[in-house]
């Protein structure tokens, strides 16, 4: 339908009086405007937003209307939010791009990636030009990375850390979604708790473990080991601390040039479950799309533990095992053997007038010396002394 420009009139005329247009002019919404600009004015007229044009709470009106795609428009000024709703000043939104200028950057070779969630992300944002991703048509974009378990993607929707993002060193992860800092500014220790996400329990006196707790907790702490010397930048929303006494963020750092943020990588990957806890909606839209993409493949948590983030550890069904190889048969326990005493062959008895040089034989012993000749016997064993001379190339046989 074709959009009234009444509205932006309207508005203008107000704020160009001083006075608030909402007096004349409720129950607005983004189909009421032609352009994002037009929507952003009245946003910007009265940040508290009560027709609810801004969804995601990023400060940025009607993101889908034509001039939107991710930051307000060049011709109005961004304000910040009605003090009255935060407790402390609001960090002002990241500048972002729309995810095309992001993933153009992207190349369609498996290589360039370190995670198979990351280039998942970037083939299911054009299959046709990463197509190269998916050589095998299945849908499944390098399955040979480092599955979700082991890697994740970056940010793709922005391209740097938000502007008044609060600087803090990661000092020690509790679960899923806290963990502990230092605040650069104060030296303060804090304990963090991300925004919009809930990953499943493992401290909570009042409820028993769930399925998959152990395994986000430990997914948590690979995603902070890699920011470089352990610094995360805190983005603040409207609510600054939970009721126990949190700190509630968005936790971004940059790697080689991306941009992560940890709430969205817990989510995408499937670790964290996303929930809204009024009234921050920062980046909401991100999270949901996150989520979307976690459910769609079954990532982490979801594969564990039949699709769900509230399954007793108790009812965790059994994991499918890896191929194993056939169990050895145990040889029976070693025993040291016991000396062997040389078989001994039966003895003849002793025969009269027999030297024992010829064992086996009947030789008469000297004197008289005989030689082979003398005797009727020949290939017979010797042994020392030979006192007849019958060894003659000492090789133990008599008489060869």
Known sequence: MRR?????????????????????????????????????????????????????????????LPGGGGQPSASVPQTQPD??????????????????????????ACADYDAQVWAQTVYESDEDQFAA?????????CPELPDEFGGFAPTLWADEI?????EATVLDVGDGDTFDVRIASNDQIETVRLY??????????????ECGGAEATAFLELVLSVAPESTLYLQFDRTQYDRFDRRLAYAWFELDGDVYLVNEVMVRNGFAEHRVYEPDRRHERRFEQA?????????????????????????QPVAAQEPQEPVQQQEPAAVDPQ???????????????CDPSYPGVCIPPAPPDLDCGQVSYSGFAVVPPDPHGFDGDGNGVGCE
């Open 162 to 166: 938000p502007r008044g993002a609060e």
């Open 83 to 108: 003090p009255a709703t935060v407790t402390e000043p609001r960090a002002e939104p990241a500048t972002v791009t729309e995810p095309v200028n992001q993933v153009e950057a992207s190349t369609g």
């Open 4 to 64: 009234c420009p009444a509205i932006v009139l309207l508005v203008l005329a107000s704020l160009s009086v001083g006075g608030s247009p909402f007096a004349s002019a409720q129950n607005l919404n983004c189909d009421d405007f032609s352009s994002q600009g037009e929507a952003q004015a009245v946003l910007a007229a009265d940040p508290s937003d009560p027709n609810g044009l801004d969804g995601d709470s990023d400060g940025i009106a009607c993101e889908s």
């Open 196 to 209: 919009q996400i809930d990953t499943p329990e493992t401290r909570d006196p009042n409820d028993p473990d």
């Open 291 to 315: 989520a979307e993409f976690a459910e769609e493949h079954q990532y982490g948590v979801l594969e564990l533990c039949e699709g769900r983030f509230d399954l007793p550890l108790s009812e």
């Open 133 to 141: 991703l998916d050589p095998d048509g299945d849908g499944i974009a």
């Open 339 to 353: 000396p062997q005493q040389p078989v001994q062959e039966p003895q003849q008895p002793a025969q009269t007038g």
